[in-house]
T-cell receptor, first 112, second 111 residues
């Protein structure tokens, strides 16, 4: 079974721009969660999607949004990028959301 | 902010020495999970503990869940260089059980 796939692996953007990250979960997994990882703040929960609905949300501003498609693939979008948004964005999937998570390799976003 | 704290933040050991990281939650957890993230990698699930006072072993790794289900520990016996990485505990929070990660402990092993 293929693992969780995230694209792209690396991104460089300028302040004020917007970015879209993509995540394909393990086949059959319906829950997709997104995390932001930075050296100072560790792994911070962004949101979780299940069956195309946002089921959980972390404490991030509205500039961070996401969605899930009928095939369980998910995207997250960050608008009006700030320097502080530079981070590793990790996607994780599980069958229903209450099992251990399977993480992708992440997308490393650098905002200049 | 973080509601699951881990100590220490960083530990440097000689190969062969033991290592322990502690995880403390501000609230009772229904279960606790442990993950390992190698340098440059992504978190990988190690184990899940569910019962109060539960102890589980994986080779040289021993995991324990506290009696009050608010703390946990991971102990590695006779560390090896392959143990290098950051160890995270994680517990479900809120009505819909979003998984919140601890602050992590970075383990460095000197050969």
């Amino acid at each position: 079974k293929a693992g969780v796939t995230q694209t792209p692996r690396y991104l460089i953007k300028t302040r004020g721009q917007q970015v879209t990250l993509s995540c394909s979960p393990i086949s059959g997994h319906r829950s997709v969660s997104w995390y932001q990882q930075t050296p100072g703040q560790g792994l911070q929960f962004l949101f979780e999607y299940f069956s195309e609905t946002q089921r959980n949300k972390g404490n991030f501003p509205g500039r961070f949004s996401g969605r899930q498609f009928s095939n369980s693939r998910s995207e997250m979008n960050v608008s009006t990028l700030e320097l502080g948004d530079s981070a590793l964005y990790l996607c994780a999937s599980s069958l229903h959301g209450d099992e251990p998570l399977h993480f992708g390799n992440g997308t490393r976003l650098t905002v200049t | 902010g973080q509601q699951v704290m881990q100590i220490p933040q960083y530990q440097h050991v000689q190969e062969g020495e033991d290592f322990t990281t502690y995880c403390n939650s501000s609230t009772t957890l229904s279960n606790i999970q442990w993950y390992k993230q190698r340098p440059g990698g992504h978190p990988v699930f190690l184990i899940q503990l569910v019962k109060s006072g539960e102890v589980k072993k994986q080779k040289r790794l021993t995991f324990q869940f506290g009696e009050a289900k608010k703390n946990s520990s991971l102990h590695i016996t006779a560390t090896q260089t392959t143990d290098v990485g950051t160890y995270f505990c994680a517990g479900p929070r809120g009505a819909t059980n979003k998984l919140i990660f601890g602050t992590g402990t970075l383990l460095a092993v000197q050969p």
